[in-house]
């Protein structure tokens, strides 16, 4: 259809609300404050995460939750519905996610060997769609870390979770021990009972990875069944198995051979229990092996055999720094352009296997000796999710700054500080400070006396400018969000003097700057406005206009906002082009108050001298 009717039927939309247009995917009613463009189902294409309007999506957001790897809740993020709804308001309306990591235990799925307990299944089906109902859209995660709890004795030092404890007994595993350990994580390679375990579970000793992958099929086609159809839509793909390791290497094996002899093929099985559920649609979110990207611990990997995996898989990896969490062989706070070149390196590895990539964790603890790190870590880390350049560089050679990075932080848990978990089972071991997991507290969010949620990070670094879904091809962003170290205001990116009107418009205020080539869509682009851009004080240059206190957002309006679906308070900027191939850019600030035509004008025009040079 000429992209000319496509226009025109979408102002039908927006004015009348009972057309469709070809190709937008189901009806989006059912959550508040969506338009026509919204909801549909997300695929993979040309590297990209796009959606139903062809449109490039940026997903960020966080890990719900750690305290599924709790037994207080029995293995469940919340408490109750209610509580999921909470958080996923706050997560929307305080944290600016459009997307959650949804924890699910295996051992509480199938706690006898061939029975799926649909009562869990049913729980945690009905908090997934606390999120979907709140426009966030989600990825579930069969979530494990030292294979299980029942590995452990009852007065150890460490916890696990993930396999059911009819899976531990089957191996008759010596008792665990890690010996001389410093971190939880050293049990993965020190601890003999934890490597046994997982050598079994990849080598399917006594048959368990085939129950997995049962269990898998059985959870996927029951949240399909349990979903609305709308809901659905929302769920993004599916992530198999938390952080995957060996345990031990077989003789002549290495890190290299194991991901293409036994981690690849399991994910080919799991790809087909998928589709046999009904996700045919939806890719799997494929991890490497865990150390493959480490700056520490650090072994040859990333699915380098796997061939060009294509657009039904996601390459999905972790990182943390483990020099800055380690106290020691970091002495010092992150800096400017940080970790670009290690997210660089997961960029290149999604692109050589022909699919878009994820970060589906990273964050540095909020507690313990290296928490004064955290503000330049996780500025750092987003800095690297935003562009391949480091700031000091970026107005310089903004071409190469590559894809925008899809992220999940870990992690969003309400109860953090709150908890009352008896350590692998021991009533004189209750944990109730920080996760409660293994000494961990990387919650970005609490609840405060009166039950509200509250952040215990800098909003300005959690709460983003990002673009969310870009019509065309995102070829250039940053976003200075002048966040917090203690007093000390962060500033990685300051506008170069050259643009003398742009950096006085700026000010000291947070900015963003996106850089796209329009495609033939017409749904407009978007940018996820943080709550420290109200209108009154959000500033927009772009060449498609230029506005103090952007209006309202209609079908004929270049430059607007609106809500974010869900009804949570959140919202959004709209920017609506009329073209296709052509360079487009949009500079968004709230630094000025009520700047005059003359200044904003003088910035329109820097800019467009400054794309002339950068993107020829």
């Known amino acids: 259809m000429p992209n000319i009717r496509l226009r025109l039927l979408a102002v039908l939309v927006v004015l009348f609300g009972s057309l469709t247009v070809a190709g937008a995917g189901p009806a989006t009613a059912a959550v508040p404050h969506s338009?026509?463009?919204?909801?549909?189902?997300?695929?993979?294409?040309?590297?990209?995460?796009?959606?139903?309007?062809?449109?490039?999506?940026?997903?960020?957001?966080?890990?719900?939750?750690?305290?599924?790897?709790?037994?207080?809740?029995?293995?469940l993020p919340f408490a109750s519905v209610a509580d999921a709804k909470k958080s996923a308001t706050a997560l929307r309306a305080l944290g600016g996610g459009n997307s959650v990591r949804f924890l699910l235990s295996w051992a509480y799925a199938e706690p006898v060997r061939g029975q799926l307990d649909t009562a869990y299944l049913a729980a945690a089906t009905a908090q997934m769609g606390a999120f979907l109902d709140a426009g966030?859209?989600?990825?579930?995660?069969?979530?494990?870390?030292?294979?299980?709890?029942?590995?452990?004795?009852?007065?150890?030092?460490?916890?696990?979770?993930?396999?059911?404890?009819?899976?531990?007994?089957?191996?008759?595993?010596?008792?665990?021990?890690?010996?001389?350990?410093?971190?939880?994580?050293?049990?993965?390679?020190?601890?003999?009972?934890?490597?046994?375990?997982?050598?079994?579970?990849?080598?399917?000793?006594?048959g368990l990875q085939d129950s997995f992958l049962t269990t898998a099929q059985k959870t996927m086609a029951y949240i399909k069944?349990?979903?609305?159809?709308?809901?659905?839509?929302?769920?993004?793909?599916?992530?198999?198995?938390?952080?995957?390791?060996?345990?031990?290497?077989?003789?002549?094996?290495?890190?290299?051979?194991?991901?293409?002899?036994?981690?690849?093929?399991?994910?080919?099985?799991?790809?087909?229990?998928?589709?046999?559920?009904?996700?045919?649609?939806?890719?799997?979110?494929?991890?490497?092996?865990?150390?493959?990207?480490?700056?520490?611990?650090?072994?040859?990997?990333?699915?380098?055999?796997?061939?060009?995996?294509g657009s039904r898989y996601v390459f999905n990896t972790h990182f943390y720094d483990q020099k800055a969490i380690s106290g020691v062989l970091m002495w010092g706070n992150a800096s400017d352009g940080q970790y670009v070149s290690d997210f660089a390196t997961v960029r290149d590895r999604a692109s050589a296997l022909g699919t878009t990539a994820i970060v589906s964790e990273f964050g540095h603890p909020l507690n313990g000796s290296t928490a004064g790190k955290a503000p330049t870590v996780l500025k750092a880390m987003y800095q690297a999710l935003d562009s391949r350049v480091k700031g000091a560089n970026w107005w310089t050679t903004p071409a190469t700054s590559g894809p925008v990075l899809s992220g999940s932080q870990w992690q969003w848990d309400i109860y953090n500080g709150r908890h009352s978990e008896l350590m692998n089972g021991n009533p004189d071991k209750e944990l109730t400070t920080g996760d409660a997991w293994n000494d961990e507290d990387l919650s970005a969010v609490r609840l405060d006396d009166s039950g509200k949620a509250v952040l215990r990070q800098d909003a300005r670094l959690l709460d983003r400018v990002y673009p969310s879904a870009t019509s065309g091809s995102a070829l250039a962003f940053t976003y200075e969000d002048r966040s917090r170290d203690g007093s000390t205001t962060l500033t990685w990116n300051p506008v170069p003097s050259s643009l003398p009107n742009v950096s006085s418009l700026v000010g000291s205020g947070q900015y963003s700057l996106l850089v796209w080539r329009s495609g033939s869509g017409s749904a407009p682009t978007e940018l996820h406005l943080p709550a420290s851009f109200p209108n009154a004080s959000t500033t927009v240059v772009s060449d498609l206009g230029t506005v103090y206190a952007p209006p309202a957002y209609t079908s004929t309006t270049p430059v607007g906002t609106t809500a974010e679906p869900g009804g949570t308070g959140?919202?959004?900027?709209?920017?609506?082009?009329?073209?296709?191939?052509?360079?487009?850019?949009?500079?968004?600030?709230?630094?000025?108050?009520?700047?005059?035509?003359?200044?904003?004008?003088?910035?329109?025009?820097?800019?467009?001298?400054?794309?002339a040079s950068k993107f020829a």
């Open 35 to 75: 338009l026509w463009f919204d909801g549909t189902a997300l695929t993979v294409s040309n590297g990209r995460f796009v959606d139903g309007q062809g449109r490039e999506v940026v997903l960020r957001g966080y890990n719900v939750s750690g305290e599924t790897k709790l037994d207080e809740n029995h293995g």
């Open 136 to 206: 966030i859209r989600v990825y579930p995660d069969f979530h494990q870390d030292l294979y299980s709890r029942y590995l452990f004795d009852s007065d150890s030092w460490y916890t696990g979770d993930g396999a059911p404890q009819w899976a531990v007994d089957l191996g008759n595993y010596p008792d665990e021990s890690c010996g001389i350990c410093f971190l939880w994580g050293q049990n993965i390679t020190q601890n003999g009972a934890v490597k046994a375990a997982q050598y079994d579970f990849w080598h399917n000793a006594h």
């Open 225 to 309: 069944q349990n979903l609305s159809a709308e809901q659905f839509t929302g769920v993004l793909g599916f992530d198999p198995y938390n952080e995957p390791y060996a345990g031990t290497y077989d003789s002549g094996q290495a890190s290299r051979t194991w991901e293409r002899d036994l981690l690849w093929p399991f994910y080919v099985k799991f790809r087909a229990r998928m589709d046999a559920a009904g996700w045919t649609d939806k890719p799997a979110f494929v991890e490497p092996n865990l150390f493959w990207n480490g700056n520490v611990s650090k072994e040859e990997g990333g699915l380098l055999d796997a061939g060009a995996i």
């Open 570 to 611: 959140s919202r959004r900027l709209l920017l609506t082009d009329t073209d296709s191939g052509t360079l487009h850019y949009a500079l968004v600030t709230n630094g000025a108050t009520s700047p005059s035509v003359t200044v904003l004008n003088a910035a329109k025009s820097e800019l467009a001298a400054w794309m």
